[in-house]
């Protein structure tokens, strides 16, 4: 019975640990796929995770992803679940909370490229910490500087 158990045991972590290698390579080339096609100097968000579905890409800032101007409007506010920088000025870009660059902040930077999965991620800069998955409503491009630290992954 003891034989059976390590068997089972050792098959489970063997599945386990092929199939998160696949999950997050996928996750992955998804993004990289979206990486290579978004025209550069760009930033992009996604309503979906995995860079799919697209929101909006924008090469300047925009205060406020609920209105009628600028790359994202209305119903783009607090829908984004990953995001993409293609920046070329070496540029972070920063995503507030709230509109009018108010609320909590986190950074994306050029080095980072994409954001895949906003589920496991926090805007921590500001006065506290609030979940970055549909919850962006402004973004600008800023030196890195200007994150304090509170960069997304």
Known sequence: MRKTSVLLATLGLAVAGALLPITSAQASAACDT?????????????EDINCAGVLGSDADND??????????????????SSLLHKGN???????????????????????????????DNYLTGGTGSYRAWDSISSHEWVSEAYCYGAFLS
């Open 89 to 119: 000025s070496g540029l972070a870009v920063r995503v507030w909370s709230d509109a009018n660059y108010r609320g909590n902040f986190g950074c994306v930077t050029k080095g980072e490229k994409y954001v895949s999965d906003l589920h």
């Open 34 to 46: 979206a990486w290579n096609a978004a025209t550069p100097g760009r930033f992009g968000a996604f």
């Open 63 to 80: 205060p406020n992803w609920a209105d009628s101007v600028g790359s994202f409007q209305g119903s783009d506010n607090d829908k984004a």
